[in-house]
């Protein structure tokens, strides 16, 4: 049995929750008290997160002109980027915690991402 059980279609499920909460929970959690941009940085992601699925090639996508691959190298690309945030705009507490634990949410949903068939990921 393959560790990598995350489909294309788990992860579409997925993605617009995630974008959501990226965009609301800042503001829930009241980020920002180490760095204005802890507060921001999540908000324009979750912005960018949902209009990347609204163009991705997958059943929930909109227009469909974006293909998954690149998606989720995207989505890697953001997991690298919030692991990497705290010690780069020294966040620290809550802001430094909600992008370490995003950040290592989003790069294990990649690494369980299930190759499609006949594509190389």
């Known amino acids: 049995m393959s560790l990598r ?3 294309r279609s788990v992860h579409a499920y997925l993605d617009y929750p ?10 829930v959690l009241g ?5 204005p941009m802890a507060l921001w940085l999540s908000v ?11 163009l991705t090639d997958h059943h929930l996508g909109i ?3 974006l293909p998954y691959k690149f998606h989720l190298a995207v989505d890697l690309l953001v997991g690298i980027t919030f692991l990497m945030a705290p010690s780069l705009f020294g966040f620290s507490g809550i802001d430094a915690l909600f992008y370490w634990l995003n950040g290592a949410a989003v790069v294990v949903v990649i690494s369980l991402s299930a ?3 006949g594509v190389m990921v």
Do not use: C, D, H, Y
Not at 18 to 27: D, S, Y
Not at 44 to 54: D, E, K, N, S
């Open 5 to 7: 059980f995350v489909t």
């Open 18 to 27: 995630v974008a959501i909460a990226l965009m609301v929970l800042p503001f």
């Open 31 to 35: 980020l920002g008290q180490s760095n």
């Open 44 to 54: 324009v992601t979750g912005v960018a997160a949902f209009v990347l699925t609204v």
């Open 63 to 65: 227009w469909r002109v």
């Open 115 to 117: 190759p499609e068939k």
